[in-house]
C-alpha cells in the first residue's frame, strides 16, 4: 500500500524559511519512475498544486505565488520529495500535501501545516 508522510511544517514568522520533507513507501515500482508534487490547501479554497518535478530528468515547475520563493528537490534513494520555502508571508499559510500518481491511483500524504504569523 503506497503511503506518502510528509514533515517539516510549523508555525513561522514572515519572512522565514522552512524546509518540508515526502517520505514514500509501498512503491510498486522505484521512486525514481514517479513524478512528485507538492499541494496546498487553505481554510475555505480549493487544494492548488504549488509545485511539481518530474521523473528521471527533475524537471520543476512553480505556482506563479511562489516562483523565486519556493525550490522543489527530490532524493531517489531516500525515496523522498522536499519543498524547501524561502521568504514566508502570511499568503503562504496552509496545509501542504505531498502527491503522486500511480496507474493505480492518487496518492496523498496526511499534510503538514504550514501557518506564517508575527
Known amino acids: 500500500q503506497v503511503q506518502l508522510v510528509e514533515s517539516g511544517g510549523g508555525l513561522v514568522q514572515p519572512g522565514g524559511s522552512l524546509r518540508l520533507s515526502c517520505v514514500a513507501s509501498g512503491l510498486t515500482f522505484s521512486f525514481g519512475s514517479y513524478n512528485m508534487n507538492w499541494y496546498r490547501q487553505a481554510p475555505g479554497e480549493e487544494r492548488e498544486l504549488v509545485a511539481s518535478?518530474?521523473?528521471?530528468?527533475?524537471?520543476?515547475k512553480y505556482a506563479d505565488s511562489v516562483k523565486g520563493r519556493f525550490t522543489i528537490s527530490r532524493d531517489d534513494a531516500e525515496k523522498s520529495v522536499y519543498l524547501q520555502m524561502n521568504s514566508l508571508k502570511p499568503e503562504d499559510t496552509s496545509v501542504y500535501y505531498c502527491?503522486?500518481?500511480?496507474?493505480?491511483?492518487?496518492?496523498w500524504g496526511q499534510g503538514t501545516p504550514v501557518t506564517v504569523s508575527s
Open positions: 502527491h503522486l500518481r500511480t496507474i493505480t491511483g492518487d496518492y
Open positions: 518535478i518530474s521523473n528521471t530528468d527533475e524537471i520543476t
